[in-house]
């Protein structure tokens, strides 16, 4: 079996980005009976949906994490629900900053994770890594990605989710006021955590059925 992971490039002024990180140590990593296969997404809206299609058919995997940089959060951030809008607050690597759009004109207003998403949170807490879930996870490139993932995996029985990661404390040492970072090491022992219990299931953990689309 295969596990996809993907991370982004830098942004945003950045020389490093903890998602990509994270994803390159882990790639090749055995977890359980499956693999990992680390791929980088650039940051742009239009190259990051392309790169991700093209992995999907590639390795037809069945765990996908897509993991992403969010500066200020302290915490492992599971995200639960990626909205159908793109709103740029900064511009992607392309310079592209689309304002109140669709990510796709066609698909519902929002999906939820497939991901075991509390079972996670709880076996990297008793694991004495801090995580918490999040049901924001913006509207950049970020969100993109978790929306393109889980349209496409709709019905597919595929798991698949994202994850926000803290700042690296190379990062946060050029920040005034300092803000909340996490070491390299420690984010990687995190994720391959939570991969294994996303390979496991626990289902009766996971935000909504395989569709993944919200229901009222």
């Known amino acids: ?17 903890p998602s990509w990180e994270v994803a390159r140590a882990l790639d090749c990593q055995p977890i359980g009976a499956a693999r990992v296969h680390a791929r980088r997404l650039p940051t742009s809206f239009t190259g990051a949906p392309e790169q991700l299609a093209r992995a999907l058919a590639e390795l037809a ?24 809008l793109i709103d740029a607050r900064i511009a992607d690597n392309d310079g592209h900053r689309p304002l ?11 999906y939820f994770s497939t991901l075991p998403v509390k079972a ?7 694991a004495g890594h801090p995580a918490g879930l999040s049901l924001t996870a913006g509207a950049f490139v970020c969100n993109q990605v978790f929306f393109e993932l889980q349209h496409r995996l709709a ?3 595929v798991r698949s989710g994202f994850i926000h990661l803290p700042s690296l404390p190379e990062q946060a040492a050029r920040a005034q006021p300092v803000p909340p970072s ?13 991969l294994a219990v ?3 299931g626990h289902p009766e953990h996971a935000a909504v059925a395989d569709e993944g689309a919200p229901t009222s």
């Open 1 to 17: 079996m295969n596990i996809l992971l993907t991370g982004f490039d830098p942004f945003g002024g950045e020389a490093i980005n």
């Open 155 to 157: 019905g597919t029985g």
């Open 198 to 200: 996303a390979l496991a």
């Open 100 to 110: 109140d759009l669709p990510v796709r004109a066609d698909a519902p207003a929002a």
């Open 120 to 126: 996670m949170r709880d076996a990297l807490r008793d």
């Open 61 to 84: 995997p069945a765990v996908v994490v897509a993991l992403g940089q969010a500066s200020g959060r302290a915490e492992i951030s599971i995200e639960r629900v990626a909205v159908n």
């Open 182 to 194: 996490m070491g390299l090491a420690a984010q990687v022992v995190a994720i391959r955590l939570a």
